[in-house]
């Protein structure tokens, strides 16, 4: 298998012994609320259909990205310092003051890190609730979005059509490569004006380059994927990321940030990292937030199974590599009369190694992943 996506000696934590029983439950059903009126009742009291949509909700641009990674790094920063100060208490020189002093600042700092860990759940929690739109303004985009695909997407160097909720516009990207060779003879600036004209809401039209993520995986080092890995964008404030359809782009990076792209990083030995900070996983109709790092891998998709307390990841691998995990404790959601057991890890269906611990509210589980596009399953299991 190629080298583990983390140095091995950060991966300290033994692996947790198979479980006897696996439980198959059913996650968070909604507690059921029954309302019982007349029909004539009913009928008399029912407002108009558009009453039903609720009240327009305000755009909230509140860059949570930015808060969620300056959050990270002062509970990164705090778990380094806390390291530090026990290896100051192996020092059998210390006297009883000096012990107590740093036994003090580690309490502290382990305080600290519980707080944060608090606020970055909230931070969580109002990044997706940004996002979110009321039932009337989601239908109007939808009817724009349905509007551009439909008269564009694949249409002179249309390739992507998409819809930027928080920012209240739709995104569409045409390569210029692909305008240039098109039939179309009256410039850019008046293909972007026709398509911005076509939708009653804000439409923002990004002319730029994209390359297909499979031109990355080629066997040994050919022209193409040398270009690919040593390429840098022409503008320095911009990132080489992944989009949604899993091709490479350049793009500031404020707007990375804000459409949650991740950005790409080769190494010397031209091995691939890409972090997701966050992945959302939707479980019934909770959302969670989820830190993932990959080394030679990208997500398709992720996604929960109701019946099992987990969830599945879809990796477009472009050679053999692995995965880091950062879960919230309050993912996994215990049966009542079962006691968690351990987290365990499928590719394709069967088990592999990985390795399980509990961080600073947090599950991290680490493993390795073939290059044959698998499908994960990590799962937690119960003893009855």
Known sequence: MANAIMNKAHLTAPRLPAPSVMVLKTRRAAPAVLVLLSTSLMILLAPPTSAYEGPTKAPDLTDYV?????????????EKAIKEYKKELEDKSKLPDEISSIKKRIGDKVLENKLLWERIDEIQRLNIESYKLDKRTQKIFDEAEDTIRDNFLGVNGVNEVYPDNKHRKIIVVV???????????????AFIDEIQKSADVDVEVQVEKTIPISSIGCPGITNQCQQIKDRKCNNPDHLLVIRESLQLACVSSEFASRLGWPEVKFSENDDMTVSYTPLEVKVGGEKFQINATLKNGLIEKAWSDDQLDG???????????GIRLEIPESFFAVPEGTIHDNIIVLENGEEIHSDARFEQGRYVVEFSFSDTDPKIEVIATYFV
């Open 175 to 189: 390569d210029p490569d692909d305008f240039a060779s098109s039939n179309y003879t009256r410039g850019i600036d």
């Open 66 to 78: 930015s808060m969620y990674k300056d959050a990270m790094e002062n509970v990164w920063d705090n």
């Open 311 to 321: 969830f599945s990841l879809k990796i477009n691998s472009v050679n053999e590599g």
